[in-house]
């Protein structure tokens, strides 16, 4: 992954450890994932510790940073991208991601990141469509993935939005 150190790395797979765990899952847990993929993936998450649960106190710092780790992993194992760099605030996406083999800007796509610990169906759509959203206000032809992590069931929202998003009230 050559825009992830393998520090930051394990900061993200700790984050989602402490949430998975806080769920009360096992160490072995079946995460669905719905959108542009219909899998499910297992995820093998580390055994918390106390010195974890510490350093991942702030619950909302801790469900993003998680929902960050699922999602970027997921996308390395269904979609064959990994991060180039990290995005800067303000841009509405949280990563670069490009393809495993060439990693160029050039061929980048955005990720955009959101996790709920404990949340509906219902509050997964509105958050997808509140991030949709987010990253159509900067009118980019760049393809963009956002992904929403639920923590509690576990579930991760994936869509690649290639061109702007049209939402029709229901």
């Known amino acids: 992954m050559p825009g992830l150190t393998p520090s930051w790395g394990g900061v993200l797979a700790e984050a989602a450890s402490v949430c998975l765990k806080g769920e009360e899952h096992s160490r072995l847990v079946e995460l669905r994932v719905d959108g542009t993929f219909d899998e499910t993936l297992t995820l093998k998450r580390f055994g918390v510790t106390l010195r974890m649960l510490l350093s991942h106190h702030d619950e909302e710092e801790a469900t993003e940073m998680g929902a960050c780790g699922i999602a970027i992993l997921a996308l390395q194992n269904l ?17 670069w991601l490009g393809p495993s083999e060439g990693s160029l ?19 997964v759509k509105t958050r997808f469509l ?41």
Do not use: C
Request: hydrophobic share 40%; aromatic share 6%.
């Open 79 to 95: 979609a064959n991208v990994v991060v180039v760099r990290r995005a800067r605030k303000g841009m509405g996406f949280d990563y």
């Open 130 to 170: 509140e991030k949709a959203r987010q990253t159509q206000k900067f009118h980019t032809t760049t393809p963009t993935w956002v992904a929403v992590v639920e923590f509690s069931r576990p579930m991760l929202r994936l869509v690649k939005l290639s061109r702007p998003l049209r939402i029709v009230k229901s």
């Open 105 to 123: 800007l050039q061929q980048a796509e955005h990720l955009e990141v959101s996790g709920i610990r404990n949340g509906s169906e219902a509050a």
